[in-house]
């Protein structure tokens, strides 16, 4: 695991942040490594990811954080982990709640290293669910988002089979996160 801590540490840490739902020093420490981050990733997409929510938000405020450094030259990634960012956000996703999409969309214009997300990100809740939710919230980013995902989901009218391909690479990408 490179740097990293050895898993049974973030095993111990995982199952104490589930109990409490709080990030403890030492887990956080944990947590800044990039290869730890991509462990992880690999144990959580095993689980049951709506326990893993608020961790995920901050992991992926993590993440975010990561590929603003190496484009700043500030940080290097000395154990290959520059994926890690869209793993996260596919977690995430995956934990169905539309509210997400705004944290999601922080990443949407970050660098030209991380480039655009794939509409996928902003969907897992339901296309549907995820534009009524924008279109009520009605701030200026959730109208940004919400013009995303329609005019994405526009121009390819086999959308839902790209959407369901496009998820069944993600997931296998996780299996390589150990």
Request: proline residues 3%; glycine residues 6%; hydrophobic residues 40%.
């Amino acid at each position: 695991m490179g740097r990293g801590t050895g898993l049974l540490d973030l095993d111990q840490s995982l199952t104490e942040f589930l109990r409490t739902d709080e990030i403890s020093p030492a887990f956080a420490r944990q947590l800044s490594v990039p290869s730890n981050r991509r462990a992880l990733y690999f144990h959580i997409a095993h689980g049951p990811l709506r326990e893993y929510r608020s961790l995920l938000l901050h992991l992926f405020a993590l993440e975010v954080a990561f590929r603003d450094a190496l484009w700043e030259g500030t940080d290097v990634d000395e154990d290959d982990c520059f994926e890690g960012i869209y793993q996260c956000a596919f977690l995430l996703r995956q934990c169905g709640d539309p509210a997400d999409t705004r944290t999601l969309w922080k990443a949407q214009y970050l660098n030209q290293d991380v480039g655009e997300l794939y509409v996928g990100y902003f969907v897992g809740a339901g296309i549907k669910e995820t534009l009524a939710f924008l279109d009520q919230a009605s701030d200026p980013s959730s109208v940004e988002i919400a013009n995303f995902v329609r005019e994405a989901l526009a121009e390819d009218p086999g959308a839902q089979e790209w959407l369901k391909d496009w998820e069944r690479q993600c997931s296998e990408s996780l299996e390589n996160c150990r």
